[in-house]
């Protein structure tokens, strides 16, 4: 690792492994002095049937990723990374994030959490750090608690 990271994408999701990655992420940023894209993807494809039923679901669901968002963002900046920027999309978290998420902002370094997923769902569809490592043209950092 001799060469510095220009943008470096944080995945997160609300969740404590997320979280870990977000702190690791903002050492990663401060360090290469690069710029910070902090990304939420509200899956839809669980959404999407609740909100067929519930539309105040999916506003609670877009408000929660705004504001956890808007908080990521606030304290990068309050611990001193100049650059950054958030990503709020939907669809599914595993194609999204290193496809149009990393594209469109030109990163080279991803960094999530080990998903928490149960062991049955990890078997049927896999967790979605492994899919984002799968996925992804630049390096990937999965961070463990």
Not at 16 to 44: R, T
Not at 67 to 93: F, I, N, R
């Amino acid at each position: 690792m001799g060469s510095n990271y220009k943008t470096i994408l944080a995945a997160v999701d609300g969740s404590k492994e997320a979280k870990q990655a977000f702190e690791k992420a903002i050492n990663l940023a401060l360090k290469d002095q690069a710029k910070l894209v902090i990304s939420y993807v509200i899956d839809n494809r669980t959404t999407g049937t609740i909100e067929h039923y519930d539309r105040t679901y999916a506003e609670q669901t877009e408000r929660y990723g705004f504001e956890l968002l808007e908080q990521y963002k606030s304290e990068a900046l309050e611990q001193g990374v100049t650059d950054v920027k958030t990503d709020l999309g939907y669809g599914s978290p595993k194609v999204r994030i290193p496809k149009e998420v990393a594209e469109k902002h030109k990163v080279d370094l991803i960094i999530a959490g080990a998903t928490g997923v149960n062991a049955v769902e990890r078997f049927l569809i896999g967790s979605v750090s492994e899919s984002i490592a799968r996925r992804a043209t630049c390096d990937v950092m999965i961070v463990r608690n």
